[in-house]
C-alpha cells in the first residue's frame, strides 16, 4: 500500500527499498562502475548505516547487489570512498590489484577504517587494524576521500573535520600522516563540513592549462536552504590546497535544494571526471514521499573547467552514456507568444532546446504539466536568472520550504539561451549554457502531469526543441 512507481526514476540510481543517502565508493574496475551509498537495510529512514552495492557497465543501467558493509563493533558505517589499488601497495592482493575503500565508523566517536575486496566487491574483509586514523578528538570528522597523486608517487586522502578539510598521505593505504588542512577561513561556513573531493582538471580541455578543485558539502547554509555543495579553484602540490579568489568568495556547484555530497568517481579509464550526487536535502529528506525507496541519485555528470568573468568556474554535462537510451526524437522550431501551445508528453524525457532572446521577459520550458500543476524551468531575462519554479509542482506536503523557486545567476551572452532539461519522474535537473549553471530540483507531479511546454511569457522569442524519452 502506498507504493509510489510513477515517481520511480527511469535513468538513475534508486534502491529497491529502504532509505539512502551519500554516494560511497564510487570507482571503475574490471569493467564495472561500483556505486556503493549511505543505506539502511531495515527501514526507510536514516538509520543502521551500511554501503548499499550497486553496479553499471554503463553509468545508467544499475543492478542492486547484496549490502557490502554492515555496522560492527566500531559502529556504523558512514562516508567514504574507494580506490584500485593497481600495485598493491596495500599488501592486501597477493600482489595484483584490488579494491580498498576508506570510510568512517561512527561509533563512540568517528574514525577512519579500510576495507579490502579481492572479487571485484562482491565480498569485503575490514582490515584487523581498524582504525587507520583514530578520533584526535574531534566531534565531526568524517567522510574520507582518497586519490592516487602521481607527482609525490602517494596516496592522498581528504577528511571533513568540523570547520575544514584535513589532508592526509599514505605510501600503503593503511598508515596515514596529516599532510595540511584548508578552509577554516574561506568559503561558506554556514553549517558543518562534510563529504570533501579533490581533483585536477584542464581548462577548456588544454592539458596544459589545468587547476585543481576543492569539492566540500556544507549543512544546512546552502543557497537554497540547507544542504548543498560549495567548491574552490586552486593548486595543488601533493601536500597543500591553496585556493585562488578572495576568501569570503562562495561557488556552489548547483543551486537547486537537491543536488548533496557529490563524489567523483575513481579510476574512470577514459580520464573522464564524473560525478554524481544524492537527490535530497537533510532538511526534509525524512519526509520525501516515494515508497518502498527514499532517496536516489542525480544522473552522472561530466565535469570540466571553463573561463569565465569571475574566474575559472566548474561546468557539469549529463554523461555521453545518457544520449544512447534516448529513443522517439520530436523536434520543433519557431516562434513563441503568449498564446502559443506547443506540446510534448513525457514522464522520463531529455529536452534540448534553444532561445533566441526576444521582447519576452521569460522564456523556458514546463516540464511535469497537467491537471496537477507544473514545473517551470525558466530564464528571468532582466534579472540574468535561471530558476525551477516549484511552487505548483504536485505533491508538496514534503516540508513547510519545500513549495519555492530556486535560481541561479546566468549570462546570456549574444541573446541565445541553451537548455538542457532532463526530467525524469520525480527530478528535474537544468544544465544551462553548456553546463555553465546547474539546478537540480525534487518534485511530484501526479501520474496525470506529463506535458513539456516551451513558453515565452509576455512577449515572443524564437524557439527550437528536441525531446526524447529516456528508455532504458
Ligand atoms: C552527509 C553525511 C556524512 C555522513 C553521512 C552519514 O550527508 O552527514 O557526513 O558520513 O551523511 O549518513
Not at 79 to 105: C, E, I, N, Q, R
Not at 157 to 174: E, F, H, T, V, W
Amino acid at each position: 500500500a502506498g507504493e509510489t512507481p510513477h515517481w520511480r526514476p527511469a535513468v538513475r540510481f534508486a534502491p529497491e527499498r529502504n532509505w539512502i543517502n551519500d554516494p560511497n565508493g564510487l570507482v571503475f574496475f574490471d569493467g564495472e562502475y561500483h556505486l556503493f551509498c549511505q543505506h539502511n537495510p531495515s527501514g526507510d529512514q536514516w538509520g543502521n548505516m551500511s554501503w548499499l552495492h550497486a553496479v553499471s557497465t554503463d553509468l545508467v543501467r544499475w543492478q542492486e547487489l547484496p549490502v557490502a558493509l554492515e555496522p560492527d563493533e566500531l559502529g556504523a558505517i558512514f562516508s567514504g570512498s574507494a580506490v584500485v589499488d593497481h600495485h598493491d601497495t596495500s599488501g592486501f592482493f597477493g600482489g595484483k590489484p584490488g579494491l580498498v575503500a576508506l570510510y568512517t565508523s561512527a561509533g563512540d566517536s568517528q574514525q577512519q577504517s579500510l576495507a579490502h575486496s579481492s572479487d571485484r566487491g562482491r565480498t569485503w574483509t575490514k582490515y584487523d587494524g581498524n582504525p587507520v586514523i583514530p578520533n584526535p578528538g574531534i566531534a565531526d570528522f568524517r567522510d574520507p576521500k582518497v586519490f592516487w597523486h602521481e607527482p609525490t608517487g602517494r596516496w592522498v586522502l581528504l577528511l571533513a573535520a568540523g570547520d575544514r578539510i584535513q589532508i592526509y598521505g599514505s605510501p600503503n593505504l593503511r598508515d596515514w600522516e596529516q599532510l595540511s588542512e584548508f578552509g577554516a577561513e574561506r568559503g561558506a561556513h554556514g553549517g558543518v563540513w562534510e563529504c570533501p573531493d579533490l581533483f585536477e582538471l584542464p581548462v577548456d580541455g588544454d592539458p596544459a592549462r589545468t587547476r585543481w578543485v576543492m569539492i566540500v558539502s556544507i549543512n544546512p547554509g546552502g543557497p537554497a536552504g540547507g544542504s548543498a555543495t560549495q567548491y574552490f579553484i586552486g593548486d595543488f602540490d601533493g601536500t597543500t590546497f591553496t585556493a585562488e579568489g578572495p576568501a569570503d568568495e562562495v561557488r556552489w556547484a548547483d543551486r537547486g535544494a537537491d543536488f548533496y555530497a557529490p563524489q567523483s568517481f575513481s579510476d574512470v579509464p577514459d580520464g573522464r571526471r564524473l560525478w554524481l550526487g544524492w537527490t535530497s536535502n537533510w532538511d526534509y529528506a525524512a519526509a520525501i514521499p516515494t515508497s518502498p525507496w527514499r532517496g536516489m541519485m542525480s544522473t552522472p555528470r561530466e565535469l570540466g573547467l571553463t573561463d569565465a568573468a569571475g574566474g575559472v568556474q566548474l561546468v557539469q554535462r549529463p554523461v555521453a552514456e545518457l544520449s544512447d537510451v534516448r529513443a522517439n526524437r520530436r523536434a520543433w522550431g519557431g516562434v513563441l507568444t503568449d498564446g502559443s501551445d506547443v506540446e510534448f508528453r513525457g514522464s522520463a524525457v531529455d529536452v534540448v532546446a534553444t532561445f533566441r532572446l526576444g521582447t519576452a521577459p521569460v522564456v523556458g520550458v514546463d516540464v511535469f504539466a497537467g491537471p496537477g500543476g507544473r514545473t517551470r524551468v525558466g530564464y528571468d531575462v532582466a534579472a540574468g536568472e535561471l530558476f525551477v519554479d516549484r511552487t505548483d509542482s504536485g505533491e508538496a506536503q514534503v516540508s513547510q520550504q519545500f513549495p519555492a523557486r530556486h535560481g541561479t545567476p546566468l549570462a546570456v551572452d549574444g541573446g541565445v539561451l541553451a537548455l538542457r532539461v532532463v526530467a525524469d519522474r520525480s527530478c528535474v535537473e537544468v544544465f544551462a549554457q553548456d553546463g555553465r549553471a546547474v539546478l537540480t530540483d525534487l518534485v511530484f507531479p501526479d501520474s496525470g502531469s506529463d506535458r513539456i511546454a516551451p513558453f515565452a511569457a509576455g512577449g515572443r522569442a524564437e524557439a527550437e526543441l528536441e525531446v526524447f524519452d529516456l528508455t532504458p
